[in-house]
């Protein structure tokens, strides 16, 4: 393990005992916590597995819309291992990266297809993250209810989603303005690093072309799929938390002000501190349910259980993909 490694788990570790040990009791004790859960039936344990089952399957959705002619387990294994090295190691998201291009590899997919794909994924998976404020602010509006929290939040919430969904439709559009974009900022850049001088130097003129040249077919081509599938997946992952305050919580649980905290909440997998947001997204989730009018000690609960449903099975299912994908690609090579 290499330096940048060994700090990042540090900090990992740092954080999550933080959370666990200092935030998190001030919401609800753990006592109180494991005796909200002991109150869930056999039958309610397999609901919530059942959405688990559906939010598992969901995940290979987005590669599969990304890869023109990729079936759906060729895209399971890819997708599960890619979730394995990118969400349960400090700094795997590189090593993530370059496991889906050989995978992608071995199953046939190549070249500009395989780029074009993993590329698309990310991207889309990211504009779909960004646009979930904006999407629960519009629920809350039509519904007629309202939180507790900031109004301001919610508005650059809102203004973060249309300025990157925006930029990405701007780079979509042609490669004249895609090289205006990419001057301009490679120039506003450059000024920042003349002050700012721990500033690394980036290829920001190359790095936008070669990212327009490697998505663009896709997106053109593909992109009612892209978005149906990765706004298919969040709302997966929101399915399970809710359906898990549903079977916790005896009064009525607003889907409006859940998808709010939800979607905020989702914007803390950008910290990059833990490895998909471990801990750090659980602790803003609990206080915006909190603020939403769910009991401290169920929504403590609820997004422990949500975290365990979706986050821990995949891992475990990543590990025997991975391992499937060896033994494959050995059985292939012998």
């Known amino acids: 393990m290499n330096r ?3 700090i990042s788990l540090v900090i990992t570790l740092l954080v999550l005992i933080i959370i666990g040990f200092v935030i998190f009791p001030q919401f609800a004790s753990y ?14 344990v397999a609901i919530i597995l059942g959405f688990t089952f559906f939010n598992i399957i969901i995940y290979a959705w987005p590669f599969m819309a990304a890869t023109l002619g990729v079936r759906f387990w060729p895209a399971f294994v890819i997708r599960q291992t890619s979730f394995l090295l990118s969400n349960g190691f400090p700094g795997g998201g590189a090593v993530g990266i370059g496991v889906q291009y050989a995978m992608a590899a071995s199953y046939g997919i190549k070249g500009a297809v395989a780029t074009s794909g993993i590329v698309a994924t ?3 998976n990211i504009l779909a993250t960004i646009s979930l404020p904006g999407l629960s602010l519009v629920l809350v509006w039509l519904t007629g209810q309202r939180t507790g929290s900031n109004p301001i939040i919610g508005l650059l919430g809102v203004l973060a989603a249309v300025l990157s969904i925006g930029g990405f439709i701007l780079l979509m559009k042609n490669d004249t303005l895609t090289m ?5 900022l490679e120039r506003t850049y450059s000024t920042l690093r003349k002050k700012f001088r721990f500033l690394p130097e980036v290829l920001i003129t190359s790095s936008l072309v070669n990212f327009r040249k490697a998505t663009y077919t896709t997106t053109t081509a593909r992109w009612p799929l892209l978005i149906v599938s990765n706004i298919a997946q969040q709302i997966a992952q929101f399915s399970v ?14 889907i409006a002000l859940t998808f709010t905290a939800f979607a905020f909440a989702r914007i803390g997998s950008f910290i990059p501190l833990t490895p998909g947001g471990l801990g750090t997204v659980d602790a803003i989730l609990i206080s915006l349910l ?12 609820a997004t422990l259980l949500w975290r365990a449903t979706t986050y821990f099975p995949q891992l475990f299912i990543g590990v025997i993909t991975f391992l499937y994908w060896r033994l ?5 090579q012998s």
């Open 122 to 124: 990310s991207i889309w």
């Open 31 to 44: 006592d109180s916590i494991v005796d909200t859960i002991r109150t869930l039936t056999g039958a309610d």
């Open 241 to 254: 938390l809710y359906i898990i305050l549903v079977l916790l919580e005896t009064n009525f649980v607003s």
């Open 180 to 184: 205006k974009i990419a001057t301009w």
């Open 290 to 301: 909190v603020q939403a009018g769910i009991p401290s000690e169920i929504a403590a609960a």
């Open 328 to 332: 494959r690609t050995i059985k292939q």
């Open 4 to 6: 940048k490694n060994t």
